[in-house]
């Protein structure tokens, strides 16, 4: 999906059939509330496009799929009423937090999880109420279903949040990478999406052009719920310099720059002319000790210190991380550090319950009842 210049285009892929001749041709529905505001029919096709002007600040419902088969029926919220606001950073009293480490495209994992855990029903919608759930960043690349993961967590956050709850997606290195076109992880599937759109992948993911750019650049990579920390990699000292505010402040301001896709481009020195500025974005984003990039709470017991310097600097008990993957949930540091990537993505789930006199802390699975962490 795309937004600019006063105009919405939406791209789908209808149902593959035995041969060319076969295909379908597509069809989109666009809703404003209740009433039908534009229909098109597409050519026959694998991928479809068709575009309508639109300026108003108000959420869509959209209808699409194939216009002659019955089961390619599809629909989604486009939510205009307001563009993406920047997510809070902080939230206190939160009675359960669920934690899920890098999914990498396995969304059916993704829901089987969720489900067992009684977060979502079978329709697939939020009914846990107030309870938060935080994706620690990597839904991009190695499996096949990035997108689909995507769009389900973009209509799941306003769920949520409609009920009580909280969706938290946050950013880690692979969705950077993604922005930056680096695309030696992503699926042979997830290419094709946008070969049969004849963009460019990171064209899909366009921070200010697409809907779902617009989305994830809006999101944070460091947050705190009740006395637990969350980031993708882990907040090593350097970066203790900063809030949690103006670590999210900068890395949505570097995400808008222009300069920000080229990066990562050969002989691309300067930011606006200043070698500095340059170095200081590469760090933030790529140097070892970053937010997402950090390994060192998992790979050595020897930062001792520096975990309590980054846990007394946020006033946290706890620092989930994830990027650095494990066969199951772990603990480190004597229970302060968890680790949640796992070598099997999103097959099991932390959940930490507050209890005012000592929290409860658990694995979530696949199947079966929570099991107790320690």
């Known amino acids: ?54 300026r108003e600040k108000r959420d869509l419902r959209i209808r699409y799929g194939g216009f002659s088969d019955s089961l390619d029926k599809h629909e989604t919220t486009l939510y205009f009423s307001e563009n993406p606001a920047k997510s809070p950073v902080q939230f206190d009293k939160v009675d359960s937090v669920f934690v899920i480490g890098d999914v990498h495209g396995q969304y059916d994992n993704l829901v089987r999880l969720l489900g067992n855990a009684k977060l979502i029903d079978a329709n697939r919608s939020w009914q846990a109420r107030r309870a938060h759930l935080v994706l620690l960043g990597d839904l991009f690349d190695r499996g096949d279903d990035v997108t689909k993961c995507l ?89 203790t310099a900063f809030t949690l505010q103006s670590f999210n402040d900068s890395l949505y301001a570097f995400l808008q720059e222009d300069e920000f896709p080229s990066l990562l481009q050969e002989g691309v020195a300067t930011v606006r002319g200043d070698a500095t500025l340059y170095a200081r974005r590469l760090y933030f984003f790529f140097g070892d000790n970053s937010v997402f990039w950090q390994r060192g709470y998992i790979m050595s017991d020897t930062l001792k210190n520096d975990l309590k310097k980054t ?7 706890y620092h989930v991380v994830a990027h650095t993957p494990v066969t199951r949930l772990q603990s480190f540091y004597g229970g302060r550090v968890f680790a949640v990537d796992l070598h099997n993505p999103a097959t099991e789930m932390l959940l930490i319950v507050s209890n005012p006199y000592r929290d409860k802390i658990y694995r979530c699975l696949l199947e079966g009842k929570p099991e107790p962490l320690f």
């Open 1 to 54: 999906m795309e937004q600019k210049s006063g105009e919405v285009a939406v791209h789908w892929i209808t149902a593959p059939q035995e041969s060319p001749a076969e295909a379908d041709s597509g069809f989109l529905e666009v809703f404003r509330e209740d009433q039908l505001i534009y229909r098109a029919i597409t050519p026959p096709g694998a991928a479809h496009r068709a575009a309508f002007p639109y």
């Open 151 to 239: 769009w389900f967590l973009y209509r799941l956050e306003r769920e949520a949040e409609a009920r009580g709850g909280r969706v938290h997606v946050l950013l880690g290195n692979h969705e950077i990478m993604a922005f930056l076109n680096d695309l030696r992880y992503t699926s042979e599937k997830e290419k094709r999406i946008a070969q049969y759109h004849q963009t460019g992948y990171t064209a899909m993911f366009h921070v200010k052009e697409s809907v779902l750019g617009r989305w994830l650049a809006s999101k944070p990579a460091l947050i705190k719920i009740n006395n637990i920390l969350l980031a993708h990699g882990g907040v090593s000292p350097p970066f």
């Open 311 to 317: 846990l007394d600097r946020f006033k946290a008990k």
